[in-house]
């Protein structure tokens, strides 16, 4: 990956619904290579996809938590189907498998503190191999995804 197929990541990053010739101008090349050095990204799975970033408040999720899970049985199986069962909840927007304790971490997103108190009181303490489970609310976004540092 060279400086102009960084450049192109980072444009692209900054505002996903640029025209290719837009894309093209800002980082110095004709409408055609640009193309091609974007579809190469693209099929190589440097860019795994697009999307529109959504204010969670507008969408009725406004209300966000990061949550640790310490699992009880960490078997294969059990860990297997938690991770199912947690890859299918629309409130998970992101979980993560961690190294120690404790063992995954989420974030999920959902309208305010009485339908996150359902969600975990009725959802995801149930969660097969769950030992314990901590909340931890959002106060405010600091920083938001920026997307990934692309420098080289």
Do not use: W
């Amino acid at each position: 990956m060279d400086r102009i197929d960084r450049r192109i990541l980072q444009e692209l990053q900054s505002d996903g619904r640029l025209s290719n010739t837009e894309l093209a101008d800002r980082v110095g090349l004709t409408p055609s290579p640009c193309l091609r050095r974007v579809r190469h990204l693209e099929e190589t799975g440097v860019i795994r996809g697009y999307r529109a970033l959504l204010d969670g408040g507008a969408v009725g999720s406004g209300f966000q938590a990061f949550v640790t899970v310490v699992m009880r049985y960490e078997d294969q199986e059990t860990v297997a189907e938690f991770e199912r069962q947690v890859a299918g909840m629309p409130e998970v927007v992101e979980a993560h498998r961690l190294f120690g304790d404790p063992d995954f971490l989420l974030r999920v997103s959902v309208a305010d503190l009485a339908a996150y108190e359902s969600f975990y009181t009725e959802r995801l303490s149930g969660l097969p191999g769950v030992a314990q489970v901590t909340s931890h609310v959002a106060m405010k976004t600091v920083k938001p995804d920026a997307g990934l540092s692309v420098t080289g």
